[in-house]
Antibody, heavy 119, light 108 residues
């Protein structure tokens, strides 16, 4: 069974940093592109970032470009999202999601991890 | 950036009724690279439809997708109690991979 398990969320002050992790199992992690999608409380879905199978190509939403960095460790079957200069508007549940390539749907999704940016 | 507009915002229907959800794109979606997801409270989104009309594994055939270009539709032919949820469309043909704002299907 394909499983994605996010961790690393929590409460952080504005301007702070956090690293999210997504542990993958049940499939060949190194063969699939991966993504981060967030959902602010009571709001819709917002794609944040994506990464190619090898990690050499990365993509970002304009709202996080220059502040967030996506990476992966294929030897550990783990996806990461390094978040710097956090703002109140970054408060959201962050989901990791598997996709087959650059032009592919997201399936499945992890259960999410909550990031709260507040003083 | 392709903007996806879903309508209606909320659909109030009874179990057994037919639901028709719309997703309109601000420009043509490449190769019908459009997906639909279902999200229930406290849960992650679940893929229903990809490629505008292909059902994902394990999705009942009462869910159907159609459309091309800028206009897409998700149809639930006969609502079951477990279908009351929020539905999102997503285009994945161009970056950024945008989502619609969602349609809530609620029990009337």
């Amino acid at each position: 069974e394909v499983q994605l398990l996010e961790s690393g969320g929590g409460l952080v002050q504005p301007g702070g940093s956090l690293r999210l992790s997504c542990a993958a199992s049940g499939f060949t992690f190194s063969s699939y592109a991966m993504n981060w999608v967030r959902q602010a409380p009571g709001k819709g879905l917002d794609w944040v970032s994506g990464i190619s199978v090898s990690g050499t190509s990365t993509f970002y939403a304009d709202s996080v470009k220059g502040r967030f960095t996506i990476s992966r460790d294929n030897s550990k079957n783990t996806l990461y999202l390094h978040m710097n200069s956090l703002r109140a508007e970054d408060t959201a549940v962050y989901y990791c999601a598997k996709s087959s390539g650059s032009y592919s749907w997201f399936d499945p999704w992890g259960q999410g991890t909550l990031v709260t940016v507040s003083s | 950036e392709i903007v996806l507009t879903q309508s209606p915002g909320t659909l109030s229907l009874s179990p057994g009724e037919r639901a028709t959800l719309s997703c309109r794109a601000s420009q043509s979606v490449s190769s019908s690279y459009l997906a639909w997801y279902q999200q229930k409270p406290g849960q992650a989104p679940r893929l229903l439809i990809y490629g505008a009309s292909s059902r994902a594994t394990g999705i009942p055939d009462r869910f159907g997708g159609s459309g091309s270009g800028t206009d897409f539709t998700l149809t639930i032919t006969r609502l079951e109690p477990e279908d009351f949820a929020v539905y999102y469309c997503q285009q994945y043909g161009s970056s950024p991979k945008t989502f619609g704002q969602g349609t809530r299907v609620e029990i009337k």
